[in-house]
Nanobody, 126 residues
């Protein structure tokens, strides 16, 4: 069993920046950030799969160019740097991990992940 703990959420003004951190109790091959706004389905934001060149990443179209996912395999941590946030980024953000080498769309699909954190709230104000 892998334990995931998120931190770094909070309130931020539109156009600002925030960095989320997820600490895992063990190494996993694929990790990702998902978010869920009230009344909406959980959606994949960004994912990263371990690789020889620092990892392979995937992003939802809505965050491309604004968010950056990164991981530190020695520390078992996952980060999400969020820049240029807007009101649509307001949601509960969840860290997810799986021992398998996920790829492409499946890496941004919630049902593919076995391990989940409790979530950290991000609220963007105008």
């Amino acid at each position: 069993q892998v334990q995931l703990v998120e931190s770094g959420g909070g309130s931020v003004q539109a156009g600002g920046s925030l960095t989320l951190l997820c600490t895992a109790s063990a190494y996993t091959f694929t990790m990702a950030w998902f978010r869920q706004a009230p009344g909406k389905e959980r959606e994949g934001v960004a994912a990263i799969r371990s690789g020889s060149s620092g990892g392979i990443t995937w992003y939802a179209d809505s965050v491309k160019g604004r968010f950056t996912i990164s991981s530190d395999n020695f520390k078992n941590t996952l980060s999400l740097e969020m820049n240029g946030v807007n009101a649509e980024d307001t949601a509960m953000y969840y860290c997810a991990a799986d021992s398998r080498a996920l790829w492409g769309n499946e890496a941004l699909t919630a049902s593919e992940y076995k391990y989940w954190g409790q979530g950290t709230q991000v609220t963007v104000s105008s």
